[in-house]
């Protein structure tokens, strides 16, 4: 495949912020976004996130000198305090700071002594939010770049509007670079999202499906599959978060037996029933996990976290042809907006 872009250039305040070529973020999706897929991205000009929640320190230290090994270009590391027991998210975070990172980023509740933390010791900060007073919240806080989640989002999903609405409304208010995430795997996502005074976007899905990531290719294989409408919204993959996390996953056999009770369920009070194991770790029914390269069980019944744009992605490519096959699409689609031009 031909990977020249014949890219107009979308460079902006954000890549100038990142120090990256193009407005495209990977998120960092916890078990896929590993140093492999972070550095691609990377590398291939956008900006790679490392998925570390709940990481030990040693693995995200390893992972961070992978990525270091593998690319000279900047990249960050995900962390999520409410996801995290304290003493190992305060491990985590002085790991990143100690190895120098880049650029953090933080997602779910926005807590201000972390980006203080962050800020203080020289990184950038980022922080994924999912509604308008989060957002201001993290700017207030000092947050260098918001990242503003909808609905639509694969994984957990903090946002509870359609991208289309929050994005403008969170741009109106902030002065920071705000960044769209949930729904967007094309060009013509990439150019909508700016159209709506975004800054970049930032992409979960169309990433897992890479060679690169370290989702199973099970998983790669089903996001491939899946058409509009074969994601739900639940919160059955309760166990390891706290109560209240919904998630957007593939439609399996868990959320076909859910019989429409796709929310109220609290992780306490779901059965512990092994059907997987990812390296000697069992995995339970109803579990954040979703299965990675080394996962060895019932796959089907794991968590597929994928958002809606997995009806946009229907070939496993690697990253660089990801980012280049948007950089095109979103030239074809300006394009194809100034030819209207033309012709009135
Ligand atoms: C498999 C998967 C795992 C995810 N894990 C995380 C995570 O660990 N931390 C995080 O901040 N967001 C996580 N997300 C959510 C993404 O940050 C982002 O909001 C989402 O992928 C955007 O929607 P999209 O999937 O349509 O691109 C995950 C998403 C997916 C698909």
Redesign the pocket.
């Known amino acids: 495949m031909n990977l020249d872009t014949d890219a107009g250039s979308y460079r902006n305040e954000l890549t100038r912020l990142l120090g990256c070529q193009h407005p495209i973020i990977s998120?960092?999706?916890?078990?896929?976004?590993r140093s492999e897929l972070a550095a691609a991205v990377s590398e291939a000009g956008g900006f790679g996130?490392l998925?570390?929640?709940r990481e030990t320190p040693e693995l995200i230290e390893s992972e961070i000198a992978a990525v270091r090994a593998a690319t000279q270009r900047p990249f960050g590391v995900?962390?999520?305090p409410a996801?995290t027991e304290p003493s190992l998210f305060a491990a985590e975070l002085s790991v990143c700071i100690a190895t120098r990172v880049p650029a953090l980023?933080?997602?779910?509740d926005v807590v201000p002594e972390v980006i203080k933390q962050t800020k203080d010791a020289g990184a950038i900060v980022l922080y994924?939010v999912g509604s308008l007073e989060d957002a201001i919240a993290a700017e207030q806080a000092g947050a260098d770049a918001v990242?503003v989640?909808?609905i639509?989002?694969?994984?957990?999903?903090?946002?509870r509007a359609g991208i289309l609405t929050l994005l403008p409304e969170v741009v109106r208010h902030l002065r920071v670079p705000v960044v769209a995430?949930?729904?967007?795997?094309t060009g013509g996502g990439l150019i909508a999202a700016l159209a709506m005074g975004a800054s970049g976007?930032?992409?979960?899905?169309?990433?897992?499906t890479t060679h690169e990531s370290f989702?199973h290719d099970y998983?790669k294989q089903r996001v491939c599959e899946a058409r509009a409408g074969d994601t739900v919204y639940t919160d059955l993959f309760a166990i390891n978060w706290p109560p209240n996390s919904p998630v957007?996953v593939l439609a399996n056999s868990v959320t076909d037996e859910a019989r429409g009770q796709l929310f109220g369920h609290h992780p306490d009070q779901l059965p512990r029933e092994v059907i997987a194991n990812e390296g000697g770790r069992p995995i339970y029914r109803f579990s954040t996990d979703?299965p990675l390269r080394s996962t060895v069980g019932d796959l089907e019944k794991m968590?597929l976290?994928?958002?809606?744009?997995?009806a946009l992605v229907s070939a496993r490519t690697s990253a660089a042809e990801v980012i280049a096959r948007m950089l095109r699409e979103a030239n074809e689609a300006q394009r194809r907006i100034a030819a209207y031009g033309r012709r009135s």
């Open positions: 998120a960092g999706m916890g078990g896929p976004a996130l998925g570390m929640v995900n962390l999520i996801a980023c933080f997602f779910w994924q990242i989640q909808g639509e989002a694969g994984g957990h999903v903090r946002g995430s949930g729904g967007i795997a976007v930032h992409c979960g899905t169309v990433f897992l989702a998983h957007r979703s968590a976290f994928a958002g809606e744009s997995s």
